[in-house]
């Protein structure tokens, strides 16, 4: 394996079923957190659009709008 120029010596055995069983866990694993990004980022602009207060409340004082 080359890395940067770098030769690196394989540091496991060649075993194709422990290769599939960790790159299903690795596909399995990228997916469910891009999934749980999008839908976080929609429950923020969700509460963003119906002006409730909730993403205000994570801002700093001084970026916070003016009650009233």
């Known amino acids: ?3 940067f120029g770098i ?3 394989p540091w496991g055995p060649d075993n194709k079923t422990l290769y599939t069983v960790f790159n299903r866990i690795h596909v399995y ?9 999008a839908v976080h ?3 923020a602009l969700k509460h963003m659009i119906s002006h409730n207060g909730v993403v ?5 004082q001084s970026l ?3 009650a009233g």
């Open 41 to 43: 980022f929609l429950a």
């Open 29 to 37: 694993s990228a997916n469910l957190f891009a999934f749980i990004i």
């Open 56 to 60: 205000y409340r994570i801002l700093p």
């Open 7 to 9: 030769h690196l010596h």
């Open 64 to 66: 916070r709008p003016e």
């Open 1 to 3: 394996i080359d890395f």
